[in-house]
């Protein structure tokens, strides 16, 4: 069960299992359009990072959430997201905790200051190894978490090899619903059209177009399964408004319809494109692309 620690004006703060690093099922930004939006996830824990201002409502409790803040929302809960103004941009990462020989208190809602910037960066970052380098991944998520838990504690230093091609990923995370040509991506990230073709051909061994496509599907179908969203919704919030289109998508890229995904029993759901950690067996679960210019 989930420890829930009651503090000053109903304020909440979790008890979260730090023990060892979580499983991390999805991780990416979300850009978001309407006045608001309400989910919860099935048996997985909810990081929220925001760029923006305006409301989380959980427990009928209205928290005021602004640029700098993260929260930590436990599994099974119902919880609902407003915003004034549009485009509201946060990074989410969903997990499965670990280890609860060793907890943390963390707060449902905190101001992260000067540091959310980096930490910010160093998950956006990670979000391209979500089912290629599974274990790298839990392992930043984990060091992200310790950075909430423990804010006053310095910062590690991260690095990767090809700055532009890690900035083509970011901005593809970023600005996923968006249109946009591979030409006016490469200019963004500061290389030539036939350059940024090359890195993702020597990094993915795949086109532009395949990555996006793929993204769009692996966010749908942790979508489909952990969350109540409707398939409408979904398909909008990977950058695809046409339902036949975004059934063609899921279809050809996960050899599944969204309707059968969307019965998946989450606490089953790791799949094929999910390394599954080798004591995943001992976790249970708490209770309680470019549309437009890019082809699909």
């Not at 959430?65 to 103004?85: C, K, Q, R």
């Not at 000067?114 to 060091?143: K, S």
């Not at 350059?195 to 496509?213: D, G, K």
Request: a neutral charge; one cysteine or more.
């Amino acid at each position: 069960m989930v420890e829930v620690v009651y503090i000053h004006r109903m304020a909440f703060v979790w008890s979260l299992p730090m023990g060892m690093p979580p499983m991390v099922f999805a991780i990416g930004v979300g850009r978001h359009n309407e006045e608001s939006h309400q989910y919860r996830l099935n048996g997985l824990w909810c990081l929220h990072l925001y760029r923006y201002k305006g409301e989380l409502v959980l427990g009928g409790q209205r928290h005021i959430v602004e640029p700098g803040m993260v929260s930590l929302i436990p599994p099974n809960t119902l919880f609902e997201h407003v915003w004034p103004y549009w485009p509201a941009v946060h990074l989410s990462v969903h997990i499965a905790p670990h280890g609860d020989y060793l907890t943390q208190r963390i707060p449902l809602v905190q101001q992260l200051g000067d540091r959310f910037e980096r930490l910010y960066i160093d998950l956006l970052e990670a979000t391209h190894w979500l089912g290629r380098e599974q274990e790298r991944l839990n392992a930043r998520v984990y060091d992200g978490l310790w950075r909430i838990a423990r804010p006053a504690e310095p910062l590690e230093v991260y690095r990767r090899t090809h700055p532009s091609l890690e900035k083509a990923e970011n901005l593809i995370r970023i600005r996923l619903a968006e249109s946009f040509s591979v030409a006016e991506l490469a200019d963004a990230v500061g290389i030539s059209h036939n350059h940024l073709i090359r890195l993702f051909r020597t990094e993915h061994n795949m086109t532009i177009q395949s990555y996006v496509r793929r993204q769009r599907a692996l966010r749908a179908r942790h979508m489909l399964i952990h969350t109540t969203m409707p398939i409408k919704a979904i398909a909008h919030e990977v950058g695809v408004g046409n339902l036949q289109q975004f059934n063609k998508l899921i279809k050809r890229e996960l050899n599944h319809t969204p309707r059968e995904l969307r019965m998946i029993d989450p606490n089953e759901a790791v799949g094929s494109h999910f390394v599954v950690r080798p004591d995943a067996a001992n976790w249970e679960p708490q209770q309680g692309d470019l549309p437009g210019n890019l082809d699909l």
